[in-house]
């Protein structure tokens, strides 16, 4: 069965672009000519967002001896990489906190799931730059939200779960629908006017080396997918094939021995990103 993008976007249903105050923060913040005021002012008429960033800024993790009252001062106390954070980590949390039952995923899981490859992906690139390891962080946070649409499909297939034992999911996918869930992940990114490398990470996250020149991106990405699968959060029925990519490892200079620091990394983010997020049952 043959499914257009076009489809499966319309199958995500309740899943609208991002929030307007959300998308003009992101834009502001990509602008080398903006400054943190002009973010400031945008992000104050979002009362959600307000609230995170508040809370985030005046938590003991920062340990400032006065209370941080406005956005602006915030603003200033985070940084912009942190600001860009919690925007698309608000933004798409509803989403991805919701139960996946075409790929095995009780409510939650995919959103730790998110938010531990991102965590994992931005420590796997910092050796690579700030910027490489910001763009991996989203890339990483939205490389799963294909999965949104294509779980109504999966419903259906669970008569067919043997054969998921013997072949990779994005194979399985592929065969099924025609795309696989990183391609329409990506669509949705561009959809949403999120940047190029982000973009090119999601779809590409599982065979990095197709990523060209975001191939770093995509390789963390990839690495701390595998991560993730190791520590079995929000390991679905698409768990049961994933190999870790030899490109990617050498790419990064990565190996086995960091593996350890990385899951400890990302289980102590995790932890905090559902307590600042307001998850935490």
């Known amino acids: 069965m043959s499914v257009s ?23 502001l913040i990509r602008d080398p000519k903006s400054n943190m005021a002009s973010i400031s002012e945008v992000l104050e008429k979002d009362q959600i967002l307000t ?8 938590s003991v993790y920062y340990g400032l001896t006065y209370k941080v009252s406005t956005v602006q001062q915030a603003t200033v ?6 600001i860009q954070s919690i925007i698309l980590a608000a933004s798409v949390a509803p989403y991805l906190e919701r139960p996946i039952p075409g790929y095995g995923l009780d409510r939650g899981e995919l959103w ?10 931005r420590v796997v690139a910092e050796p690579f ?31 067919n779960i043997s054969k998921w034992k013997t ?20 669509e949705i990114a561009r959809r949403w006017r999120l940047a190029d490398p982000i973009i090119a990470a999601i779809n590409f996250h599982h065979d ?9 991106i995509a390789s963390a990405v990839h690495i701390a997918d595998a991560a993730m699968m190791m520590m079995g959060i929000g390991v679905g029925i ?7 990519d030899e490109y990617a490892v050498n790419l990064m200079k990565f190996n086995m021995d960091k593996m350890d620091h990385l899951i400890t990394r990302i289980s102590d983010f995790i932890n905090e990103a559902e307590m600042f997020i307001g998850l935490k049952a």
Do not use: W
């Open 5 to 27: 993008i076009e489809e499966l976007v319309n199958k995500v249903g309740n899943l609208p672009p991002l929030p307007q105050a959300a998308q003009k923060a992101l834009t």
């Open 51 to 58: 609230s995170l960033i508040l809370r985030m800024a005046n």
């Open 77 to 82: 106390v985070l940084g912009q990489s942190t």
């Open 112 to 121: 730790r799931h998110s938010i531990g490859i991102a965590a994992g992906a």
């Open 129 to 159: 730059g700030r910027e490489i390891a910001e763009e991996a962080y989203h890339a990483g946070l939205l490389c799963d939200i294909g999965k949104l649409a294509f779980e109504f499909m999966l419903r259906n297939e669970k008569s």
């Open 167 to 186: 072949m990779s999911f994005e194979d399985l996918e592929k065969k099924y629908f025609g795309v696989n869930h990183a391609e329409l992940g990506a």
């Open 208 to 216: 990095p080396k197709l990523a060209k020149e975001h191939s770093h």
């Open 238 to 244: 698409d768990g049961l094939q994933y190999e870790l």
